[in-house]
């Protein structure tokens, strides 16, 4: 049975959604980066040295072998859509389509949509700068999803569904708190509303739906965030939510 080293954020949803829709047993171990346990020193030797959730650890990988830990989303789909043969075209200009768009999702719409969360939500002070600009580029993604999906009439790379939407519709379910119009942008509204209507997608999206802390508390944006002061070593540079 496949751990799943989770807390119910996009990154964590993008794997839960991965193993309902996939059908995979697994067990899901809490990692409560509110405390910050993803720095604990069994986590960083164990799991993940970079400090995040989701990983995975599949006993029983595809060819047999030692047990697999794999850590970033990303590639946590990657892996399970070559474990189950799901969700990933073995044909070649299909496959690099889905493998576009989930690159596009893990380094600009994530990211984007993290900074502009941070700087709405989180920032012990108001910076209009940020604001505005990461605002203007998470608006300018929306753009170029919506016109993708204009152009494919189904899902992002496609008329299938794959890893590409699986990794997309975490971020995009945040539209509200991003001030973002979904009414704006049509064509990803269509989407999401399919999307989001899969039983496996709502499934991974209700994994640990208790564990999520409806106010940041003063100890978790400690963790997440740090002071400010630049006292932490190296390796405990917080990052915000996963």
Known sequence: MIELHYWPTPNGWTCSIMLEECGLPYRMVPVNIGRGEQFTPEFVALINPHHKMPA?????????????????????????????????????????????????????????????????????????????????????????????????????????????????????????????????????????????????VQRGLALGRELRAPVLSAAAREALFGSGSGAQSPGRQRRGSD
Request: net charge neutral; charged share 15%.
């Open 56 to 200: 995975i650890i599949d006993p029983e990988p595809l060819g047999g072998g030692a047990p697999m830990q794999v850590s970033e989303a990303g590639a946590i789909l990657v892996y399970l859509a070559g474990k189950t043969g799901r969700f990933l075209p073995t044909d070649g200009l299909a496959r690099l389509q889905v493998l576009q768009w989930l690159m596009w999702q893990v380094s600009g719409l994530g990211p984007m949509t993290g900074q502009n969360s941070h700087f709405l939500q989180y920032a012990s002070e108001k910076v209009p700068y940020a604001i505005t600009r990461y605002g203007n580029e998470l608006r300018r993604l929306y753009g170029v999803l919506d016109h993708q999906l204009g152009q494919t009439g189904s899902h992002v790379a496609g008329p299938e569904f794959s890893i590409a939407d699986i990794a997309i519709l975490p971020w995009i379910r945040m539209h509200n708190a991003q001030r973002i119009d979904l009414s704006a942008f049509a064509h990803i509204g269509r989407w999401y509303e399919t999307v989001l209507a899969r039983p496996g």
